[in-house]
């Protein structure tokens, strides 16, 4: 079955402790991207990545690190996470043919609380 | 980044009426989307316009990418009730080796019997 998959899918951590999230998707997806949505600003786009080695801002980057060593996974890093990063994260992945981009699959979503 | 202005906020309807919603942006685009998003899971595509002028449907659903690639809107025919959820409109711009999608705010649709 074609999946984007999210870990984990509930999180409250603390002000400054480091976390990760982690995406995978089945699909051989080259576009991968982070998302984080907010009440009443929908959603806004965090990073996303191109292929393996290729990763560019959204709209969204400050607080957050990615990474694409694989094709098949692409995780979100909080360094130092605070409260202003309380959200709930989406991940989404999708091929593109150069023209037109294909469905882009979202994964269930990661809520986040800093304390 | 680029702003998406999405109308209306939020709908209360019968079952059975039709509904409308639009969304307008300050830049063009190269692709319009359209999804829904239903409590605890992510949005699914709904329906994809890649060119200005088009109109698509995909069952009781229509969408059309306007002239000027700066708006869309979103109409569905006869609601039922399953078609509760939030609506999101979704601008992309593909620019070389970049591609950006950005998001609308949302309509929330609820659906009365």
């Known amino acids: 079955e074609a999946q984007v998959t999210q870990n984990p899918r509930y999180l409250i951590t603390v002000t400054g402790k480091k976390l990760t999230v982690t995406c995978s998707q089945n699909?051989?997806?080259?576009?991968m991207s982070w998302y984080r949505q907010d009440p009443g600003l929908g959603l806004r786009q965090i990073y996303y990545s191109m292929n393996v080695e290729v990763t560019d801002k959204g709209d969204v980057p400050e607080g957050y690190k990615v990474s694409r060593k694989e094709k098949r996974n692409f995780p979100l890093i909080l360094e130092s996470p605070s409260p202003n990063q309380t959200s709930l994260y989406f991940c989404?992945?999708?091929?593109?043919?150069?023209?037109?981009?294909?469905?882009?699959?979202f994964g269930p979503g990661t809520r986040l609380t800093v304390l | 980044g680029q702003q998406l202005n999405q109308s209306p906020q939020s709908m209360f309807i019968q079952e059975g009426e039709d509904v409308s919603m639009n969304c307008t942006s300050s830049s063009i685009f190269n692709t319009w989307l359209w999804y829904k998003q239903e409590p605890g899971e992510g949005p699914v595509l709904l329906i994809a316009l890649y060119k200005a002028g088009e109109l698509t449907s995909n069952g009781r659903l229509t969408a059309q990418f306007g002239i000027t690639r700066k708006d869309s809107f979103l109409n569905i025919s006869a609601s039922i009730p399953s078609d509760v959820g939030i609506y999101f409109c979704?601008?992309?711009?593909?620019?070389?080796?970049?591609?950006?999608?950005?998001f609308g705010t949302g309509t929330r649709l609820q659906v009365t019997l």
């Open positions: 979704a601008g992309q711009l593909v620019t070389g080796t970049a591609s950006k999608l950005t």
């Open positions: 699909m051989n997806h080259e576009y």
């Open positions: 989404a992945s999708s091929a593109r043919d150069g023209v037109n981009t294909d469905t882009q699959y």
